[in-house]
């Protein structure tokens, strides 16, 4: 399956995004999307998962409250809401799609997108 994530951009601090990742030639009916980050110098991170079937979601500790993972399984699309953006979320961020269940471990997905910037400005 290929995945392509867009939305990124550039906001102030307190800001507001909304990225999606849309995949295509295969439908996502099982396993599940997650979003990742990667700041310059830092590794890759976890931002949140939703699985596909029961729509149950997962976030990391530095965004809860803040983003919010969703799909549309009409579009097969995963979306992130970030609200309340700071210039620590400032990363390429990219989705990625499991097999199987939901993990934190990038290792556990075997499909990833392209990544899309977001820039936050203080």
């Known amino acids: 399956v290929q995945l392509q994530a867009f939305g990124g951009g550039l906001v102030q601090a307190g800001g507001s995004l909304r990225l999606s990742c849309a995949a295509i030639?295969?439908?996502?009916?099982?396993?599940?999307v997650g979003w990742f980050r990667q700041a310059p110098g830092k590794e890759r991170e976890f931002v949140a998962a939703?699985?596909?079937?029961?729509?149950?979601?997962n976030y990391a500790d530095s965004v809860k409250a803040r983003f919010t993972i969703s799909r549309d399984n009409a579009k097969n699309t995963v979306y992130l809401q970030m609200n309340n953006l700071k210039p620590e979320d400032t990363a390429v961020y990219y989705c990625?799609?499991?097999?199987?269940?939901?993990?934190?471990?990038?290792?556990?997905?075997?499909?990833w997108g392209q990544g899309t910037l977001v820039t936050v400005s203080s």
């Open positions: 990625a799609a499991a097999e199987w269940a939901w993990t934190p471990s990038r290792e556990g997905y075997k499909y």
């Open positions: 030639g295969r439908s996502l009916g099982s396993g599940a």
């Open positions: 939703v699985s596909w079937r029961s729509a149950s979601t």
